[in-house]
């Protein structure tokens, strides 16, 4: 076995482990456990694979004996750079494995490292930011991590997560007027509303802190094909008997009848706005490849969650499932311990 395969194995099983650790560890739900396996399984021979398909620079694949350990691992992949120290690749691989590792003071050198090789990679140049950001007890942006956020959105205009930082350090820094300046771009780039409502809490905190007025209003958003509208109540006599904790979740939640488990489109909400009217949209989607306004049907439900986890928990209470035809005509109406 190569070094950069055993690397790349030892390394995506110590993150997996992590990972999926609380999936494999509660036995009484056997589907959870096949879950964690089956991913175990897939991410580990995705890592070979792709050693197959795209390969290791040679000067960084040298017969050794395959580590048994990460710090194994670490300390092979640091005797090889110290041979081949132009290799980008195994510097990045690096540094990300020390930030796994939370040794972030190396993770920092190593991301130096690789960007002296790839100096204009906006990806790179914005992990190597948050490297060192990471690694400054204070959390301060200093000015090395700046001029690498201003690099890497000078390269990519669109890159949301550079411009973030590089407003969150003009703020740090005092200068909220600039931060305001330089987040607002992104009203236009994000479209997860939840995303965008969080951004223009955070740009209107800092416009005040400039003296300048609020954003004007948001336009409503049109609802998308296929948008659901649902109204959720706890029945009286289940909430007479029942005391639930004031942090107890509700979720409502569309999902493939007779399909998978997870949802199309999921919002969440606190016990105290029941009852509520909420409107499911693609919107609500957690994944890309699966929306709400491509389907035909669809089931509706409301849980309770003390856990706070959209994955179903012991516990946790849920209202009658509703199968409707999309588009719907009426309000589905869902009530939780009928």
């Known amino acids: 076995m190569t070094l950069f395969a055993a690397i790349a194995i030892v390394l995506t099983l ?80 690096l540094a990300r494995t020390y930030s796994a590792l939370d040794r972030q003071t190396e993770s920092r050198d190593a991301y130096a490292r690789a960007v002296k090789l790839l100096p204009d990679e906006p990806e790179l140049l914005l992990e190597a930011a948050q490297a060192r950001l990471m690694s400054d007890p204070q959390k301060s942006f200093d000015a090395e991590t700046v001029a690498m956020l201003q690099h890497a959105l000078q390269l990519e205009p669109t890159n949301q997560h550079a411009r973030w930082f590089l407003g969150a350090s003009q703020r740090q820094k005092g200068r909220a007027a600039e931060a305001a300046a330089t987040w607002e771009p992104l009203l236009t780039q994000v479209t997860d509303q939840a995303a965008l409502a969080t951004l223009r809490v955070q740009i209107d905190a800092a416009r005040q802190e400039a003296g300048l007025p609020p954003l004007p209003a948001a336009p409503a958003a049109a609802p998308s094909a296929n948008a659901l509208t649902v109204k959720v109540a706890l029945d009286p006599d289940f909430a007479s008997r029942v005391r639930l904790r004031g942090d107890t979740s509700v979720f409502v939640i569309a999902r493939v009848p007779g399909g998978p488990p997870m949802p199309v489109a999921v919002e969440k909400h606190r016990l105290q706005d029941l009852p509520l009217t909420v409107t499911l949209d693609d919107g609500d989607s957690p994944m890309p490849t699966q929306k709400l306004s491509a389907l035909k049907d669809v089931e509706i439900f409301a849980r309770l969650s003390e856990s706070g986890q959209a994955m179903r928990q012991d516990g946790d209470i849920e209202s009658k499932p509703v199968q409707i035809s999309l588009p719907a005509k009426a309000p589905v109406e869902l009530v939780i311990g009928h």
């Not at 991913?39 to 290791?56: I, Q």
């Open 14 to 93: 110590l993150v997996l482990g992590f990972v999926l650790w609380p999936l494999w560890k509660r036995p009484a739900d056997k589907r959870q456990r096949i879950v964690a396996f089956g991913m175990l399984v897939v991410f580990g021979l995705s890592s070979l694979a792709l050693y197959h398909f795209v390969g290791m620079p040679a000067a960084l694949s040298v017969s050794t004996t395959a580590p048994k350990t990460p710090e194994e691992a670490v300390a092979q992949l640091e005797a090889a750079l110290a041979r081949n120290p132009d290799r980008a690749e195994g510097w990045v691989l």
